[in-house]
């Protein structure tokens, strides 16, 4: 990496994809080109972080966020505590801000925060010296998700600008829904979101996104597609008629994605419902990005980290 180059984000904590500015963005994946390199190496650690604390505060069940943060703290030679919140003093009645301000008291240089609560990370960086980066909160953002998932778009199509991105499932609970808009928004794609009446959320049109109930129309001629997985444990009440119904009228097989382009790529968040969202065959076929996602999320989380630190203090990644 250039050490002329740009090594810092303006604000100390990556709360949102609201608060990045399309340099920012840039700026971002740019740099995760250089850490995904560190990744092919034989020995898969720079010493970028030496000497940095790094707490990852998860209060909701995750593998790829929480895994990919910990290997991206551990190839920057952080030092990485994960905090087990069904083991903590969060079980015995203990708040979010007094586990926070007791993690704050031993003075890590990084808290990484998943909470059930939108802004639950918002409210941690007015209390907290250390760097918040938010690693989803309730309905409201996951900005290293949608930061990844530019990444891989990006990686395989050349440029985000332009391109059509249809967005199908749950819109009404999902964060990644929000974050990605707001990136590829400011990046100049052109997004489509598609899915059931009933889980469409209000106001959403005024956003400028193309809104549909039609998967059909969100899929022709799209550049990616995005499926969005269905957050049952967020659904009070009926949403759809059954889990069968969805997939009949919302599902991606293998006849939608032919309507799309020659070259489109197919994205999803993860965790993957086989069947209920996607197709299998679709999972694993030839358009399918989904597993080079989860491998970009490390070098993704890896910059962001470098970033919120400033760069290294007298060393880069070289």
Same mark, same amino acid.
């Given at each position: 990496? $250039?050490?002329?180059?740009?090594?810092?984000?303006?604000?100390?904590?990556?709360?949102?994809?609201?608060?990045?500015?399309?340099?920012?963005?840039?700026?971002?994946?740019?740099?995760?080109?250089?850490?995904?390199?560190?990744?092919?190496?034989?020995?898969?650690?720079?010493?970028?972080?030496? +000497?940095?604390?790094?707490? /990852?505060?998860? =209060?909701?069940?995750?593998?790829?966020?929480?895994?990919?943060?910990?290997?991206?703290?551990?190839?920057?030679?952080?030092?990485?505590?994960?905090?087990?919140?069904?083991?903590?003093?969060?079980?015995?009645?203990?708040?979010?801000?007094?586990?926070?301000?007791?993690?704050?008291?031993?003075?890590?240089?990084?808290?990484?925060?998943?909470?059930?609560?939108?802004?639950?990370?918002?409210?941690?960086?007015?209390?907290?010296?250390?760097?918040?980066? /938010?690693?989803?909160?309730? &309905?409201?953002?996951?900005?290293?998700?949608?930061?990844? $998932?530019? =990444?891989?778009?990006?990686?395989?199509?050349?440029?985000? *600008?332009?391109?059509?991105?249809?967005?199908?499932?749950?819109?009404?609970?999902?964060?990644?829904?929000?974050?990605?808009?707001?990136?590829?928004?400011?990046?100049?794609?052109?997004?489509?979101?598609? +899915?059931?009446?009933?889980?469409?959320?209000? *106001?959403?049109?005024?956003?400028?996104?193309?809104?549909?109930?039609?998967?059909?129309?969100?899929?022709?001629?799209?550049?990616?597609? &995005? &499926?969005?997985? &269905?957050?049952?444990?967020?659904?009070?009440?009926?949403? =759809?008629?059954?889990?069968?119904?969805? =997939?009949?009228?919302? +599902?991606?097989?293998?006849?939608?994605?032919?309507?799309?382009?020659?070259?489109?790529?197919?994205?999803?968040?993860?965790?993957? /419902?086989?069947?209920?969202?996607?197709?299998?065959?679709?999972?694993?076929?030839?358009?399918?990005?989904?597993?080079?996602?989860?491998? /970009?999320?490390?070098?993704?989380?890896?910059?962001?980290?470098?970033?919120?630190?400033? +760069?290294?203090?007298?060393?880069?990644?070289?």
């Amino acid at each position: 990496m $250039d050490a002329t180059a740009a090594t810092a984000l303006s604000q100390k904590n990556l709360l949102g994809i609201a608060d990045l500015s399309p340099e920012e963005i840039v700026l971002v994946l740019d740099t995760a080109e250089a850490m995904k390199e560190v990744g092919r190496r034989a020995i898969k650690k720079v010493p970028t972080l030496r +000497g940095r604390t790094v707490v /990852n505060l998860f =209060f909701e069940p995750s593998t790829r966020t929480r895994t990919s943060f910990e290997i991206a703290e551990k190839r920057l030679s952080a030092d990485t505590l994960n905090v087990a919140i069904g083991t903590s003093s969060v079980v015995k009645g203990e708040t979010l801000v007094d586990t926070a301000l007791n993690i704050e008291a031993m003075a890590p240089s990084m808290i990484v925060l998943r909470h059930v609560s939108s802004g639950a990370c918002h409210l941690l960086s007015r209390i907290c010296k250390a760097a918040i980066i /938010n690693a989803g909160d309730g &309905m409201h953002e996951h900005p290293t998700q949608a930061l990844l $998932d530019a =990444f891989t778009i990006r990686e395989r199509k050349g440029r985000i *600008g332009g391109l059509k991105v249809a967005i199908v499932g749950d819109l009404l609970h999902s964060r990644v829904l929000r974050s990605n808009l707001l990136l590829l928004s400011k990046l100049g794609a052109e997004p489509w979101v598609c +899915g059931p009446a009933t889980l469409i959320p209000p *106001g959403l049109r005024n956003l400028g996104v193309r809104v549909t109930t039609k998967v059909d129309e969100a899929v022709e001629g799209a550049d990616v597609v &995005m &499926m969005l997985r &269905m957050q049952l444990e967020r659904m009070q009440g009926g949403y =759809f008629p059954s889990l069968r119904e969805y =997939f009949r009228t919302f +599902g991606m097989t293998q006849e939608r994605v032919a309507r799309a382009k020659p070259d489109v790529i197919i994205m999803h968040p993860g965790p993957i /419902n086989r069947g209920v969202e996607i197709a299998s065959e679709v999972v694993d076929g030839p358009y399918s990005v989904i597993l080079d996602q989860v491998a /970009n999320g490390v070098a993704v989380r890896m910059a962001v980290l470098y970033l919120l630190a400033g +760069g290294a203090d007298d060393e880069t990644v070289a």
